[in-house]
């Protein structure tokens, strides 16, 4: 499973879960809110006190929602393993402000609990490169990712949404770990 921002995960079988309008509701929120406290009223301290908790019980559903659709699929597929990126301190290391907007490590919590009770595993890999190395022949450049969507290998000539070609070379990285010797 690969987590982004323009989808909130992709799988390796093609499954797409848009982050788009999560995000488009994420600042629907924040522009209401804003309003209200620029407002200053009571009435608008009253509002806002009502509505607190929202849209924290909205990304959860959200989140909920994708995780029972990744296990599902899984399911479906009849896999032992789930295999995530591992996004472990991910604004550190890439010095990204966005990391904030997504809830990575809660998908992530939520698929785990859910899959081990269906008896699936779920595993983090090291995310390097997964989005600049070509899923059909390996070959890894900065100039096989063109655009945030877009993966076109400059060796092989394959195209994908960049998103699912990290997806497979997540799960691939996965297998192939279980591959080496100690």
Known sequence: VDLGIENLAV?????????????????????????????????AHRTLERSSGRELRY??????????????????????????????NIRDRTGASWGHKWAFRTLYEQ??????????????VGSAYTSKRCAECGFTADENRPTRTDFRCVKCESEAN?????????????????????
């Open 111 to 124: 698929v785990e609990y859910k899959a081990e009770a269906e008896g699936i595993s779920v595993k983090q």
């Open 162 to 182: 960049a998103d699912y070609n990290a997806a497979k070379n997540i799960g691939m990285r996965y297998v192939r770990r279980g591959q080496q010797s100690s």
């Open 11 to 43: 799988t390796s079988t093609a499954s797409f879960f848009s982050g788009r309008e999560l995000t488009h509701d994420l600042h629907e929120f924040e522009k209401v809110r804003a309003g209200l406290q620029q407002t200053g009223t009571r009435s």
């Open 59 to 88: 990304v959860r559903d959200v989140l909920h929602r994708a995780s029972n659709a990744i296990v599902s699929e899984a399911l479906g597929y009849e896999c032992d393993v789930i295999a995530f990126e591992d996004l472990t």
